[in-house]
């Protein structure tokens, strides 16, 4: 099939193709350029700058190079280390929540048939359309005294993630041969082994794809989180870059703010970089078969 | 974007009868008193927690969601009386509903349309899976793995009236500060951040295109435009709808580049719901907030509801 | 699955009927409101060995009262901690205190538009019978009190709304002191004159960050009597008054209509309005005390008195404007603790009384207390702001009970999408919903 589509016109066309087998790359190496060039020189090179240089933002090399005190203070000011922990304690839990839960209840749904289930099965994934109401979210969570706290935090992000990955995991799982349970179970196996040793580990491939698709939103998300956390000792690195953004009217602070953006940005880098692969497949497999 | 971006993905998977349990056997069939098998086998129980803290903390609060807007809390009170439609009235009467709905759907519309349209043509030129092409692949994508905030605020500094584009261009032009074309602008921002995911699924769709049909067609002595309008595009159709939906509802749910870029403005010309709401939050005014929360949900649910349709016909035709 | 199911049901009823009816939490009242206000006597260096306050403060005024702290610390043994609220800063500790949590003191901005945020009558302590009350400025006093009663202590004496002028381009224009203008009409003849006679605009109007839009606009409002604003807050005027019409209509024709401002208005940037009056391409800037701040952020004090100059304005005399800030007051709350009560309200009469002098010195800003001289080595404009501090008019944020966003409407204005009117009907409705949640009487 690659053969195929190796050569994109009828092999015998006289101008048209020859001049695209040129064109192609030269185009696309010209959009990346100035498509996605620009913009990550114009952060990196602010980055570098010092303030006076970087009071309007230009595409001009720094005169002056100064990543270092530039990081420094941003890790230092948005306090980037807490910001950073802060990220981590919020989303962990909650995409293992939302992996642990989901498969449990995408195994329930999978597997057993009536109405009811169909019933709870189209609520649970109806958090994939629907919109999270997070004005009164905020209200619950005070009543429940969890308002500004990691834990009402977590709740919010698992339950607004639930529902993708039980979608997900349930269709996964229809596709599982029944079998493999039934084999187990004839050695007399209780339901929470099966789900534990035959199950999860069949899931493998969905899990990643969700991680993924879960540490794309959370570690970015920054409208939730303002509403619940709000701030303060328990707030993470999208908030923080917000407030180093709009701390300080009249200090435009454009080379600590880009600072911020690429530290910010690494850890999801690198875990692209890492495991590209998987998550490329693991989005398009998914997506369109 | 949030939540939905994945919706296309079980409900495309091909449902094989073949991991189906055996069907149980009816209610009446079982000896009373004792479970039934798939009552021991899948305990109803693996269920709860998933569905408690799904039911607590997504429908509890939009179904509160439905009693708050029409009462008086606020910021500045602890009681809450029920005021009717008071806030509904309010919003509709200094013309802030339509504005706020009106921006929200063209901004949607438009974001949408960037996005795939960035994704589709990136995905055509970087089809053939070669080295060159995976890299960049990669690097089109790296958008996608930016925080929206931080995407924001990059093209704040590009399109600011003194900022970098201006500059290098010599020219002075109010590229955030038009009432009718900073929203376009900022949808084509948003369309940049999100092409690469767009990308990588018309990436799998072109894949999937058999490849005796390309042959037939080829034989037939199809052009590379005819063949791509009359066979590929075609059987694109499942990767389109799943993202052109999912972008769409994805993008009625926006705040953060928006809010990084112009935060609502030139006069309100981009002040999509959730800023709205973000904003009279702000000012103490809980129950107006929760009354577009409750806006947009409705708007959400009106439109999603022949996307449901469609893609449950598409997973039974499969 | 049918036991699931009605265990769904129960949480969720359960949780409804939980969370139906009242926010109990918003704002707790505690109850020991008035608790050990036993008179005015307050010895402010009395030992606090081992008591320990909660200091809330801004991002950006995590410093400002570092000297006070460290030497209150000394001298009483007290730990004072600071903890900074993330900005917004109105916006979120309002949040904070309805999770429950009370710091012990916290900066906050004395103005009757400001203070109901955080429901003073619950949560803080009333300080009519302090020390210091007494040695307040006339303004500074009037600062902080609500209904009669006060709730804040003035630290630091409030923003002032004037006129910043470049030096050069007024000498170019051949404009004197006494060519200085006395009415809001006279600063547009004014604008003219600097307009025919040099290259710069008049003025820099700032559409892109929209908040100081406001200032042109209350500049013209300074005639309403006092009558007027007590009428407003009891719902019996209204700010679709002609006069507030007239003046956003003088605003949008006279000014901006007639070329006025700088080409780039509708987007021009706090910042871009500091560059351009530094530069001398806009000769006047009318703008609070934070655009002073800004130069110095830049310039040293020296550059700033050969540049830039300062004078009041008010719509038909040349008075200032005050505009109260964050930094201004300092509240101190009922968190039913005796002793750190009495604490914070020490602390309060240590920083107006003993230290006060040398807080000035450290920080170089203007005194409340006409009897403590100003520190050395302020700039020259800001000498002239404090001297019309005493008589200045308050912008509409220290008089009306709720400050709406006229920037916001105004910026819509601007961009042709509401007309004066409609500008004034926007805030009107705005006051009124905010005055309604309020529980203000008469709404």
Redesign the interface.
């Known amino acids: 099939?690659?053969a195929?589509?190796?050569t994109?016109?009828?092999r015998n066309?006289p101008l048209?193709?020859r001049i695209w087998r040129w064109a192609?790359?030269t185009?696309?190496?010209a959009?990346?350029l100035v498509?996605?060039g620009?913009?990550?020189w114009?952060?990196l090179a602010?980055s570098a700058k010092p303030r006076g240089e970087a009071?309007?933002?230009?595409?001009d090399p720094p005169d002056h190079w100064q990543p270092g005190s530039n990081y420094a203070d941003a890790l230092d000011q948005g306090e980037m280390m807490r910001g950073f922990a802060n990220s981590l304690l919020v989303i962990v839990p909650s995409v293992v929540?939302v992996l642990i839960?989901?498969a449990?209840?995408a195994?329930?749904?999978?597997?057993?048939?009536?109405k009811?289930?169909a019933t709870?099965y189209a609520?649970?994934i109806?958090?994939?359309?629907?919109?999270?109401?997070?004005?009164?979210?905020?209200?619950?969570l005070?009543?429940l005294?969890l308002?500004?706290t990691r834990p009402g935090m977590i709740?919010?992000y698992?339950?607004?993630?639930?529902?993708?990955s039980?979608?997900?995991?349930?269709?996964?799982?229809?596709?599982?041969?029944?079998e493999l349970?039934e084999a187990a179970?004839m050695d007399g196996a209780k339901?929470l082994r099966?789900?534990l040793r035959i199950v999860l580990p069949l899931l493998r491939p969905v899990i990643a794809?969700?991680t993924i698709?879960v540490m794309?939103?959370a570690?970015?998300d920054?409208?939730y989180s303002?509403?619940v956390l709000?701030?303060?000792d328990a707030?993470t690195?999208?908030?923080n870059?917000?407030?180093v953004?709009?701390?300080?009217?009249?200090?435009?602070n454009?080379h600590l703010?880009?600072a911020?953006?690429v530290v910010?940005?690494l850890p999801?880098?690198a875990i692209?970089l890492v495991a590209?692969r998987r998550i490329?497949s693991g989005?398009?497999?998914?997506?369109?078969? | 974007m949030a939540q939905s971006a994945t919706t296309g993905a079980a409900a495309a998977q091909p449902v094989t009868t073949r991991g189906r349990p055996p069907s149980p056997r009816r209610a009446g069939g079982r000896p009373p008193g004792r479970m039934s098998r798939a009552a021991v086998h899948h305990p109803w129980w693996f269920a709860l927690p998933a569905v408690v803290i799904f039911g607590g903390f997504f429908l509890l609060p939009n179904l509160l969601n439905f009693y708050y807007p029409f009462t008086d809390w606020s910021n500045y009170h602890t009681d809450i009386n029920w005021v009717g439609t008071r806030n509904f009235r309010e919003i509709l009467d200094d013309g802030t509903l339509w504005r706020a709905l009106r921006v929200t759907l063209v901004y949607a519309l438009l974001a949408a349309f960037f996005q795939n349209l960035f994704g589709l043509l990136l995905a055509l030129l970087l089809e053939k899976d070669t080295r060159f092409n995976r890299f960049f692949r990669a690097l089109f994508f790296l958008p996608v793995l930016i925080s929206a905030l931080a995407v924001g605020y990059v093209f704040q500094a590009l399109l600011n009236t003194d900022g970098a584009i201006n500059e290098t261009l010599g020219t002075d032009v109010p590229w955030l500060g038009s009432t009718s074309w900073t929203i376009v602008l900022v949808a084509v921002v948003h369309g940049w951040k999100w092409m690469g995911l767009a990308m990588l699924i018309y990436l799998a769709g072109l894949k999937g295109i058999p490849g005796d049909m390309l042959e037939a067609a080829r034989a037939d002595g199809a052009g590379p435009w005819r063949m791509f309008w009359s066979v590929r595009f075609p059987m694109l159709a499942p990767a389109v709808t799943f993202n052109v939906t999912t972008s769409l509802l994805g993008s009625m749910n926006t705040f953060d580049i928006v809010q990084a870029t112009t935060g609502g403005g030139p006069a309100s010309s981009t002040e999509v719901m959730n800023i709205y709401m973000f904003r009279v939050f702000g000012q103490g005014q809980w129950a107006e907030a929760s009354a577009m929360s409750l806006v947009l949900f409705l708007v959400v649910v009106a439109m999603a509801f022949p996307l449901v349709i469609g893609l449950r016909r598409r997973e039974q035709m499969l | 699955m049918r036991r699931t199911a009605t265990a769904v049901a129960l949480i969720a009823t359960a949780a409804l009927t939980l969370s139906a009816c009242s926010d109990d939490t918003a704002g707790t009242a505690n109850g020991t409101g008035a608790g050990g206000s036993g008179g005015g006597e307050v010895d402010p260096t009395a030992r606090l060995d081992g008591v320990e306050l909660t200091f809330w403060t801004a991002q950006n005024t995590v410093n400002a009262a570092d000297q006070v702290i460290e030497a209150f610390e000394e001298a009483t043994g007290a730990t004072v901690n600071v903890e900074a609220i993330p900005d917004l800063y109105e916006q979120n500790v309002p949040t904070r205190l309805a999770s429950g949590e009370r710091p012990d003191l916290m900066f906050w901005q004395p103005s009757i538009s400001t203070l109901p945020f955080i429901q003073p009558r619950q949560n803080l302590l009333p300080l009519d019978d302090e020390p210091w009350v007494g040695d307040l400025g006339p303004t500074e006093q009037s600062l902080g009190v609500i209904d009669g009663t006060r709730y804040a202590a003035i630290v630091t004496s409030p923003a002032m709304l004037g006129v910043y002028y470049n030096k050069d381009v007024f000498a170019e224009a051949g404009i004197t002191e006494e060519d200085f203008p006395t009415s809001y009409e006279e600063l547009l003849e004014l604008g003219h004159t600097v307009q025919d006679r040099t290259d710069a605009s008049a003025f820099y109007e700032v559409g892109g960050d929209q908040w100081p839009l406001q200032w042109q606009v209350q500049v013209q409002l300074t005639d309403l009597p006092e009558t007027w604003w007590e009428g407003l807050n009891r719902n019996e005027e209204s700010w679709t008054d002609p006069a507030v019409v007239d003046a956003i209509t003088t605003y949008n024709e006279e000014l901006l209509g007639a070329g006025l401002a700088q080409e780039d208005y509708r987007t021009g940037t706090f910042t871009g309005q500091g560059e351009a009056l530094w530069e001398g391409s806009s000769a006047m800037a009318l703008n609070v005390t934070s655009f002073q701040s800004q130069l110095q952020a830049q310039h040293s004090t020296e550059e700033i008195d050969e540049r830039i100059g300062w004078f009041p304005i008010a719509n038909s005399e040349a008075r200032g404007l005050y505009s109260p800030d964050q930094t201004n007051g300092v509240v101190a709350f009922a968190t039913g603790d005796e002793e750190r009560q009495n604490a914070a309200r020490q602390f309060l009469a240590f920083w107006l009384g003993p230290d006060y002098a040398d807080f000035l010195d450290a920080r170089k800003i203007p005194s409340v207390q006409p009897d403590v001289p100003n520190p050395e080595g302020m700039p020259q404009t800001a000498v002239d702001q404090v001297g019309e501090l005493a008589d200045a008019h308050g912008v509409f944020q220290a008089k009306a009970i709720v400050a709406p966003e006229l920037h916001v409407a105004l910026a819509d204005m601007i961009y042709g999408e509401r007309s004066p009117q409609e500008v004034a009907e926007f805030v009107e409705d705005q006051f009124d919903d905010i005055a309604r949640d309020q529980g203000a009487e008469g709404f």
């Open positions: 099939m690659t195929v589509l190796d994109p016109g009828p066309a048209g193709p192609r790359p185009i696309v190496v959009l990346a498509v996605i620009i913009p990550l114009l952060v602010t009071i309007n933002p230009n595409l929540l839960l989901g449990a209840a195994w329930v749904f999978a597997r057993r048939r009536g009811l289930v709870a609520v649970c109806s958090g994939l359309l629907l919109p999270p109401a997070i004005i009164t979210i905020v209200l619950q005070r009543q005294d308002a500004g709740a919010v698992t339950a607004m993630y639930l529902s993708t039980i979608f997900f995991m349930t269709g996964f799982i229809r596709a599982i041969p029944y349970e179970r339901p099966i789900f794809t969700a698709m794309l939103y570690w970015s920054i409208f303002f509403f709000g701030g303060g707030a690195l999208p908030i870059l917000y407030q953004a709009s701390a300080e009217l009249y200090q435009e454009w703010i880009f911020y953006v910010m940005s999801m880098i692209f590209q490329v989005i398009t497999s998914g997506a369109v078969k």
